[in-house]
Each structure stands twice: as structure tokens, then as C-alpha cells.
């Protein structure tokens, strides 16, 4: 029974397997095709932003602010695919434009980038850039942009939105409230470190010897020391000081300038006085 069993069963085989539809073969070369296809692009994808990542980590060798024009812009940034992201500062530097609060932004945007640069946890998923209009006035065109300086954050996945453009009017653009910002959109957080800075210094130092040598040339006669006149009129200085708009200023850092809500114009001077 077993013997002549074996070739039944061969039999049945060998007659499923004529009796496979032709139709199916095309079907699965095409799905072989496609996932070959598909393994092709993905790999495709990786070497671009490998390139991308490297050329990046490059620039960031050499400066913690790179430069970018349009092409730049639109390979690096806005073009797929990406999977860091990239803070850029739009600007308007050159000398004839006379924007001086552009180059303040940029000296703290300076401060702001080489405090990640050089900073223990500096990686590839941050970058500082910036796109200055005589560079780049095709970019600002692109983004309708109609004033600088602008700080935006690109995210490496979607479009930017509304809460990743900096808010320069109300916050002001010192890199401590930078940095903050760039924390809440990217949760990377930065540690500003300043370059010392000895004005303070040099001044007390010659204002100390002023005072000390004056004492010495009038040391035969002190008396004007017990003047209260003269207490007096310092003491009204030192007031008047404190209670400034400028030491106001020093104090809260309003942004230089302010924009109405109502009609968009930009104002220099508050139609709320001091009390906002």
C-alpha cells in the first residue's frame, strides 16, 4: 500500500503545479521589483542626509554661524530629507542698509552659537545659520519676509510654525531668552557663556584712583568731606539715576522697537508710557 501510494501523491503535485495560474508570476516579479525599488530609494535617502550631516558638521568646524544664500538655503533646509534643526538668524548687515539693531542681534546671536559650539553637549542635531538679504533676497522673498532681524527655527520634520519664529518685539534678542526660546522648540538647552567683560572694572579702578587722589592732594584740608551740600547733591544723582527710563532699560530690556497691534506700524516710543 505504502509503494504504490508515493506516486499518487506525486501525481497530485505535479497536476497543482500545472494547474498554477500563469497570471501570478508577473505579479510577483513586479512586488520582487518594488521592494527592490523601495530598499533602493531608502538607501538613497540616507547617503543624501549622511552628505548633508557632514557637510554641516563641516561648516560648524570652521564657524558656529555659517552663511547660507538661496541655493544653500533650500538644499539644507527646506529640502528633504533632514533630521536636525537649524536656527537661522535673517539679517541685513551690510553697511548701507544701516541697521544697527542687526548688528546688536547678531553680536548676541555670535554669543548664543559659541556657547553650543564649544559646549560639552554640541552634536549634529543643532545648527546656527544665517541668511543675510544681500545674500539672499530670494529666500526673504520666499518667506514673505519684510523686516530683519528674524530669528526662525526649522524642524527636521514639517513646517515651521507659528511659535518658531522668535518673538524680537516683545522678548528682545539676548541670547539668555534665545537660548530659552531654542530650549522650548528643540529641547536642547544651551548654557550662555559670555566673554568677560572689563569696562566695569577699568571704570571703578580710575574712578577709585580719582577719588583716592583727590583726597591725597586736599589731605591738608578734609572739611569738604563734612559738607552736606555737597552729600546732598550726590545722594540727589544717585537717585535720579536709579529711578532713569535708562536704568529702567538695563533693568528689563525692552526691545528697541514696538509694534501696534491695531495697524502693524512699528513705533519707537510707547503710546503706553512706562507702565507696560
Given at each position: 500500500?505504502?509503494?504504490?501510494?508515493?506516486?499518487?501523491?506525486?501525481?497530485?503535485?505535479?497536476?497543482?503545479?500545472?494547474?498554477?495560474?500563469?497570471?501570478?508570476?508577473?505579479?510577483?516579479?513586479?512586488?520582487?521589483?518594488?521592494?527592490?525599488?523601495?530598499?533602493?530609494?531608502?538607501?538613497?535617502?540616507?547617503?543624501?542626509?549622511?552628505?548633508?550631516?557632514?557637510?554641516?558638521m563641516e561648516w560648524s568646524s570652521r564657524r558656529s554661524i555659517f552663511r547660507m544664500n538661496g541655493d544653500k538655503f533650500r538644499k539644507f533646509i527646506k529640502a528633504p530629507p533632514r533630521?536636525?534643526?537649524?536656527?537661522?538668524?535673517?539679517?541685513?548687515?551690510?553697511?548701507?542698509?544701516?541697521?544697527?539693531?542687526?548688528?546688536?542681534?547678531?553680536?548676541?546671536?555670535?554669543?548664543?552659537?559659541?556657547?553650543?559650539?564649544?559646549?560639552?553637549?554640541?552634536?549634529?542635531?543643532?545648527?546656527?545659520?544665517?541668511?543675510?538679504?544681500?545674500?539672499?533676497?530670494?529666500?526673504?522673498?520666499?518667506?514673505?519676509?519684510?523686516?530683519?532681524?528674524?530669528?526662525?527655527?526649522?524642524?527636521?520634520?514639517?513646517?515651521?510654525?507659528?511659535?518658531?519664529?522668535?518673538?524680537?518685539?516683545?522678548?528682545?534678542?539676548?541670547?539668555?531668552?534665545?537660548?530659552?526660546?531654542?530650549?522650548?522648540?528643540?529641547?536642547?538647552?544651551?548654557?550662555?557663556?559670555?566673554?568677560?567683560?572689563?569696562?566695569?572694572?577699568?571704570?571703578?579702578?580710575?574712578?577709585?584712583?580719582?577719588?583716592?587722589?583727590?583726597l591725597y592732594l586736599r589731605r591738608n584740608n578734609l572739611e569738604f568731606i563734612y559738607n552736606k551740600t555737597g552729600w546732598a547733591?550726590?545722594?540727589?544723582?544717585?537717585?535720579?539715576?536709579?529711578?532713569?527710563?535708562?536704568?529702567?532699560?538695563?533693568?528689563?530690556?525692552?526691545?528697541?522697537?514696538?509694534?501696534?497691534?491695531?495697524?502693524?506700524?512699528?513705533?519707537?516710543?510707547?503710546?503706553?508710557?512706562?507702565?507696560?
Amino acid at each position: 500500500m505504502g509503494a504504490r501510494g508515493a506516486p499518487s501523491r506525486r501525481r497530485q503535485a505535479g497536476r497543482r503545479l500545472r494547474y498554477l495560474p500563469t497570471g501570478s508570476f508577473p505579479f510577483l516579479l513586479l512586488l520582487l521589483l518594488l521592494c527592490i525599488q523601495l530598499g533602493g530609494g531608502q538607501k538613497k535617502k540616507e547617503n543624501l542626509l549622511a552628505e548633508k550631516v557632514e557637510q554641516l558638521m563641516e561648516w560648524s568646524s570652521r564657524r558656529s554661524i555659517f552663511r547660507m544664500n538661496g541655493d544653500k538655503f533650500r538644499k539644507f533646509i527646506k529640502a528633504p530629507p533632514r533630521n536636525y534643526s537649524m536656527i537661522v538668524m535673517f539679517t541685513a548687515l551690510q553697511p548701507q542698509r544701516q541697521c544697527s539693531v542687526c548688528r546688536q542681534a547678531n553680536e548676541e546671536y555670535q554669543i548664543l552659537a559659541n556657547s553650543w559650539r564649544y559646549s560639552s553637549a554640541f552634536c549634529n542635531k543643532l545648527f546656527f545659520s544665517m541668511v543675510d538679504y544681500d545674500e539672499g533676497s530670494d529666500v526673504f522673498q520666499q518667506l514673505n519676509m519684510n523686516s530683519a532681524p528674524t530669528f526662525m527655527h526649522f524642524p527636521p520634520k514639517g513646517r515651521p510654525k507659528r511659535a518658531d519664529t522668535f518673538d524680537l518685539q516683545r522678548i528682545g534678542f539676548a541670547a539668555e531668552q534665545l537660548a530659552k526660546w531654542i530650549a522650548d522648540r528643540t529641547d536642547v538647552h544651551i548654557r550662555v557663556f559670555r566673554p568677560p567683560n572689563y569696562s566695569g572694572t577699568i571704570a571703578l579702578a580710575l574712578l577709585v584712583s580719582l577719588v583716592g587722589g583727590l583726597l591725597y592732594l586736599r589731605r591738608n584740608n578734609l572739611e569738604f568731606i563734612y559738607n552736606k551740600t555737597g552729600w546732598a547733591m550726590v545722594s540727589l544723582c544717585i537717585v535720579f539715576a536709579m529711578t532713569s527710563g535708562q536704568m529702567w532699560n538695563h533693568i528689563r530690556g525692552p526691545p528697541y522697537a514696538h509694534k501696534n497691534p491695531h495697524n502693524g506700524q512699528v513705533m519707537l516710543l510707547s503710546p503706553w508710557g512706562w507702565f507696560f
